[in-house]
């Protein structure tokens, strides 16, 4: 399920759809949450249950107005041949992972992303692709060489940010591509020294002068790099279990705020309880 609280975390609605990994909320109250169901598609497998995953459009209140069904969006399209019978056909069919509504920024550089279509990750398939919600069709998508990807983000610069899990050997990257012709424009991965992996989940941040943040989340790490590749600085998780703190704990996203970010309800809180932020 998915729920909205207020900055007292008192509850403002709940919603028992079946949602997971990412979501949108919308200048006008409403929300797009990746959502999934388990269900028997005989077309897929006549003996065995698929994951099917959805685009959700919820209202103000977390009902759901709308779906979009990513199998049917890819099945209609011109790339449904990148997934016919070359993976399994039943159970978790494309373990959808992210979702970014696109601004029309890059739009010059490719028609397919339009302000307003959406840019998602298939992990099951190694697939980065953009699906137009008024067809609710895939009109774009890319497989290169990064495996089992998470997060994938638009640059100003027309290229993807992709972070590259690659658990088949254990050697995690952070990838920049262009958008127009897949070719790698630059990479960050681990070195002997400076180890990198995360097996799930991840997240990569370009920031406004240049360096990449870096989410390393099975490591329970986020640390910034130059372009070049060095670390500015890193953050480890402090917390662990185990006797021996063998079990780190993880760290699922670490994101740079914006210096102008609006922090008027945390002043606002501030006058109210004449508490100062740093004693928070």
């Known amino acids: 399920g998915i729920i909205k609280i207020d900055k007292d975390s008192k509850l403002i609605w709940a919603s028992p759809v079946q949602a997971h990994h990412d979501l949108q909320p919308m200048p006008d109250g409403t929300l797009w949450v990746l959502t999934r169901e388990a269900h028997m598609l005989p077309r897929i ?22 779906r979009i069904s990513v199998l049917e969006a ?8 990148l997934w016919d019978g070359k993976v399994r056909r039943a159970g978790d069919l494309f373990h959808t992972n992210s979702l970014e509504i696109l601004t029309g920024s890059i739009a010059h550089v490719h028609s397919a992303f339009a302000a307003g279509n959406f840019l998602i990750s298939l992990r099951t398939l190694d697939l980065v692709a953009v699906l137009d919600p008024e067809q609710e069709r895939i009109v ?24 590259d899990n690659n658990p088949d050997l254990e050697a995690s990257s952070v990838l920049e591509l262009d958008v127009g012709t897949g070719e790698e424009y630059w990479r960050y991965e681990g ?40 670390i500015v600085w890193e953050y480890y998780n402090p917390f662990s279990a185990g006797e021996n703190d063998e079990f780190i704990a ?31």
């Not at 959805?54 to 209140?61: G, P, Q, T, V």
């Open 45 to 66: 497998h006549e003996r065995r249950p698929s994951l099917e995953d959805f685009l959700s459009l919820l209202d103000s209140e977390g009902r759901e107005l709308r």
């Open 74 to 81: 890819l099945e209609k399209s011109e790339y449904f041949d």
């Open 140 to 163: 774009w998508a890319t497989q290169g060489t990064f495996k089992k990807q998470h997060d994938p983000a638009v640059l100003a610069n027309g290229h993807l940010l992709v972070f």
């Open 191 to 230: 070195r002997e020294s400076e180890p990198f992996f995360s097996s799930a989940c991840g997240l990569a941040q370009r920031l406004p002068g240049g360096n990449t943040l870096i989410t390393e989340t099975d490591y329970g790490r986020a640390f910034e790099v130059t372009p070049e590749g060095d």
């Open 250 to 280: 993880t760290m699922m996203e670490m994101w740079r705020l914006p210096a102008d970010m609006n922090l008027e309800w945390v002043t606002a809180q501030d006058k109210e309880t004449g508490e100062s932020p740093s004693k928070r």
